[in-house]
């Protein structure tokens, strides 16, 4: 055996044995985050398999069906009011191919009557609300609810509207900065830096790395918030654009990647708050409960809470 090894093998041993028990004893190294909020039932857009997604219908409707969280996102008119809609773009919701920035807020369309649920092909929701409301409504209707942001755009009038309101309403503390993009996020944070925050996509692949090279127990994390799909409900439930997103291969290296109970359960721990998104079906949601995960974020509130009051959570 080369000599190297008598001194690289202890080593070895001595890192890996300390990071699988700091894994398990976060409390050592890092102080427990403090939310002010719990979040097991999440509303995707509001419950956007029940009603249209993102009216006042379907917040309404979410919060009656004792959700903690309102999941949505924002976007800014030509006349600069900060509204609640998933897309920029109208045409697959109002049928009308135009942009938000492009038009005042007065002149928004209507919903269809009837929108397909992204995460549940092949199936429709309907309400009689198909008004594209403002965040300001939002908190103003529902001044205690935590509810999560997504920014989509890369806009810093956009961002620092939807801080002012948040500011305005007084809920720095229940309001979630989240966006796909560390740009954003990171603009997002300097604007509010109040506000937690959730995972971007990039951050979200380093905390990978870092769990599976054993660094993760001595590592800080900033972050309040990991919200992310569970692999299982592509190509089942949910039919990504990307062509490479649904390649079975990938999917199954996601699932076999994320879907780690001691993964969840330390960044529980150190007080992260965990989601899966978007479940809608018993099965997946049974299979959040084993995993242990925090919450489940679902386009059908009433389904999530009849399962959660039948398994005693």
Partial sequence: MPRALYYALPLLGGYSLTSWYLLRNPHYLHQKKQLSFHCRHLSHRGGAGEKIENTMEAFTNAVAQHTDLLELDCHLTKDGRVVVSHDLNLLRQTGHNVNICDLNYSELPQYKKHLEVTFHSGNFSSGHDRRIPLLEEVFQKFPNMPVSIEIKEDKDELIKKVSDLVKQYQRSDRTIWASVSNAIMNKC?????????????????????????????????????????????????????????????????????????????????????????????????????KLKATGIITDYPSHLCTFLKSTGH
């Fill in 189 to 289: 944070r300097k604007e509010n830096p109040d506000m937690p925050f959730s995972f971007t996509r990039c951050r979200g692949v380093l905390l990978l790395l870092l769990f599976y090279t054993g660094l993760l127990p001595f590592v800080p994390l900033k972050e309040s918030v990991a919200s992310t799909v569970m692999p299982s409900i592509i190509n089942r439930a949910y039919y990504p654009q990307s062509s490479i997103m649904r390649n079975w291969i990938l999917v199954r290296l996601m699932e076999k990647l994320i879907m780690r109970k001691s993964l969840i359960r330390h960044l529980k721990d150190r007080g992260i708050q965990v989601y899966f998104w978007v479940l809608n079906q018993e099965l997946d949601f049974q299979t959040a409960c």
